[in-house]
């Protein structure tokens, strides 16, 4: 069965400390590999897409993800957060037609 | 290109009642996907529509609901009979070709049965 799982419901961290979110995903073949990013009452916003090649993709907005097929993850982080990257993050899967995604990851950023 | 357009952003209505959501994709984008969202949970995939057929259907969409995407273009999703199990977030989005070409979000529009 195709799924997605961040472990991580919440996740808090100070401003201008380093990010990781996490994502695991369970699928037939290799995917595709999505984040997204929601800010209340804004639609899903793309971040970084990974569909082969380089594990190691670059986003929007200073974010990065690193596709570990040995561990079926792909995995966001960001060196040094901002107050405004305060929003939920969610990680997504599919291929050839829709995707799937993940519960997501609420991200709380501390002055 | 003003993006992915949802009509309307929230509505509130009675238990038992009938309600319409209109999305309009990007212009040249042929599909269209519809996703529900709940508080607290990632999006669920509804239904997809290349040009105007309709080409999946998740268990999700009971036979209370119904997509339509007359004519490659804008496309609508009744619910017939509202449940309050139906209060979510319904987000619709759009993509030039399979899935690779990636989806882009409207701002949803929020349904509350009372």
């Given at each position: ?88 993050y969610f ?21 | ?80 009979r509202t ?32």
């Amino acid at each position: 069965a195709q799924s997605v799982t961040q472990p991580d419901i919440h996740i808090t961290v100070s401003e201008g400390a380093s990010l990781e979110l996490r994502c695991n995903y369970s699928y037939g073949a290799t995917p595709y590999l999505f984040w997204y990013v929601q800010s209340p009452g804004q639609g899903l916003q793309l971040l970084l897409k990974y569909f082969s090649g380089d594990t190691l993709v670059q986003g929007i907005k200073g974010f990065e993800a690193e596709f570990k097929r040995s561990q079926s993850s792909f995995n966001l982080r960001k060196p040094s957060v901002h107050w405004s990257d305060a929003a939920e993050y969610f990680c997504a899967v599919g291929r050839d037609d829709k995707i799937i995604f993940g519960k997501g990851t609420r991200l709380h950023i501390l002055p | 290109d003003t993006g992915v357009s949802q009509d309307p952003r929230h509505k509130i209505t009675k238990r038992g009642q009938n309600v319409t959501f209109r999305c309009d994709p990007i212009s040249e984008h042929n599909r269209l996907y519809w996703y529900r969202q709940t508080l607290g949970q990632g999006p669920e995939f509804l239904t997809y529509f290349q040009n105007e057929a309709q080409l999946e259907k998740s268990r999700l969409l009971s036979d209370r609901f119904s997509a339509e995407r007359p004519k490659g273009s804008f496309s609508t999703l009744e619910i017939q009979r509202t449940e309050q199990g139906d209060s979510a977030m319904y987000l619709c989005a759009s993509s030039l070709g399979q899935i690779a070409n990636v989806l882009t979000f409207g701002a949803g529009s929020r349904l509350t049965v009372l």
